[in-house]
């Protein structure tokens, strides 16, 4: 009798310990310990979408999952955005969503890592249906959305959305967002050229197209009319290459180049520098006329949503009213216009007029 109440004891105390160990592991721990990149990618898909599911309501959940892949960092702080391409795609489907039901699963924030992916994802599911209104009633829903932020990111999704729908014919896809709203096209051409570059390599669920144009001097030359588009996601997915790294980087990797599509090639390649909008901008300000003004616009403001003071001392780098007009742009859109302008002394009526442009296209920004 003695014998048994010890030994229940005894495994009383293992399960418990056991139970306080795993009560300590840090989230996803299961991922991270995996050294191989395609099951550690797969893992993550899973475990994430698994906290989607337990917490039943995604438009909450997400912004949490923003906070703790900040907390754990590593690859999946890094790949959250790309994750929840997948997991949105997956969720969507499981779940039946439509466009009318769109708004009641878009993350509520404004976050551009997994909120931003997820919300993504969820309108790439919608291509067929996208396809059948000729991307219309998509972007009405888009529209609908409750923050400047979230619309942009799902116009950028319905971009991607339409190339896969027209599986992999670029021109087709283009035409259906130039068929759209002024305000809206450019976006939505963004995110057609996204999801091309990314199916050179076959990754986020594509296929490599075939006979593929792999040059961006060739497929941004104009001829399918959004040249800052067209170039300004390239240099995330381009195959290796020199790095970039200052602002002699910049002019040689844009060598060659004239007009509007230097002006994208410089833009685009801005996004290489650094993932830090402060090292980007000390880079652009080493450069001058058309050239500043396009680096400009490759600055990752958006990675500095909910922090006020940071957002200030960033625009207060700039030296022009271009610079200034940008940033108070694109700030607004990040903070749903409240960034203010009336905090700055110098380039204050700049950065209200470029504010007060917040609901057109941004046609480069991420």
Known sequence: MKRSFLLAAL?????????????????????????????QYRCYVRLLRLDIEHSG???RELPLIDKRVVAVGGPVEAGCHVLMHEVGREFARDHRVTLSTLQRYVPRSNDPNCSAGFGMGLVMYLGPQILRSGGTAAADACARLPTRYRQYTCVHGLGHALLRAYHGALGEAVRACRRLQARYAPDCAQGVFHDYWISLRGADGTARPRNAVTSPRVVCDGRYTYVRPCWYRYFLERPIGLPIRDAADLRRTCRGLQGIQRFGCISGAT????????????????????????????VADQALAGEPARQLALIRLCGTADCYAWLGRTLAVVTNGSFRCAALVRGRSACEAGAARIGAALVTFS
């Open 271 to 298: 996004l290489e520098l650094s993932s830090d909008p402060f090292e980007q901008m000390r880079v652009c300000r080493r450069l001058r006329g058309p050239d500043a003004r396009a680096c400009v616009r490759g």
């Open 11 to 39: 495994v009383a105390l293992l399960v418990a310990g056991n139970a306080s160990s795993a009560v300590h592991k840090p989230w996803l721990w299961q991922c991270t310990q995996i050294h191989n990149a395609d099951p």
């Open 57 to 59: 309501d995604p438009a």
